[in-house]
């Protein structure tokens, strides 16, 4: 059964990252002036798997490096609901990262890894994306990858495709699940590299000393990516001098 004292941590979350509202016509101030009943509310969505159900809509931002991106804004209760099994699996998930993934974790960002990455005193970094990352995750191998971990239960994966309902595949960006999931998905990934490497979501960062090093990185990643059903993205692979990588 469903904590109440988890249930409102995650509505003190979505509170302050609330965002852009959804399409369900409740806001932040309707829950707050009828706070027992929507707790109630969540629960019983929570409990008897009928949440994901709702209108999302989408809109488009330009993130952290400058590429453009679908957004899906939800309603209210699917955020909700969202951040509760946030909270619930998170702990499992950050026990499984490597301390080289800095991407969507608290007190981590894209500066302490340009610094780590840096301190490898290399000649060059090598820069690797992901080719439409978020698109391209399977889900299916996903839950395949999450079953594994004994403290994720068959009752919780199935909350957690319901909360993507309304894509076939892929992990949706707006979804609260989708950045700690996505990191999770790449975990054997980031286990092949324990040297010299840093990763912030779909972006991988190599300290390599010569372009020898960096093809041998990318016949080692292709092929382990195509058994994740993603690819690299050839044209954004970048290779800087290491004093001007900031």
């Not at 409740?26 to 707050?32: A, E, M, R, T, Y």
């Not at 008897?48 to 590429?67: A, C, E, L, Q």
């Not at 698109?135 to 909350?159: A, G, Y």
Request: glycine fraction near 4%; proline fraction near 2%.
């Amino acid at each position: 059964m469903l904590n109440n004292m988890l249930v409102k941590k995650a509505f003190r979350i979505i509170r302050r990252n609330y965002g852009c509202p959804g399409l369900d016509g409740v806001s932040i101030k309707d829950i707050k002036q009828n706070y027992n009943y929507y707790i109630n509310k969540i629960i019983d969505l929570y409990n008897s798997y009928t949440f994901g159900r709702y209108p999302v809509k989408t809109t488009t931002i330009t993130d952290y490096n400058n590429k453009p991106r679908d957004i899906f804004i939800y309603c209210l209760y699917d955020r909700w609901i969202q951040q509760i099994l946030k909270l619930q699996i998170e702990e499992i998930i950050e026990n499984d990262l490597k301390e080289y993934v800095f991407g969507y974790r608290r007190k981590l960002n894209i500066g302490m890894l340009r610094k780590y990455t840096k301190s490898f005193n290399s000649k060059y970094i090598l820069n690797i994306d992901i080719l439409g990352f978020y698109n391209h995750i399977n889900r299916d191998h996903l839950n395949k990858v999450l079953i594994k971990n004994t403290s994720i239960s068959k009752e919780f994966l199935t909350r957690i495709d319901l909360s993507f309902s309304h894509l076939s595949n892929g992990l949706p960006q707006g979804n609260v699940l989708s950045p700690i999931l996505s990191n999770y998905y790449l975990a054997g990934i980031d286990s092949m590299f324990n040297s010299k490497y840093a990763r912030f979501s779909d972006d991988m960062f190599f300290a390599i000393n010569d372009l020898e090093e960096q093809n041998d990185i990318i016949n080692k990643l292709v092929p382990e990516l195509g058994k994740l059903s993603l690819s690299i993205n050839f044209e954004k692979v970048r290779l800087f001098e290491t004093n001007s990588f900031k």
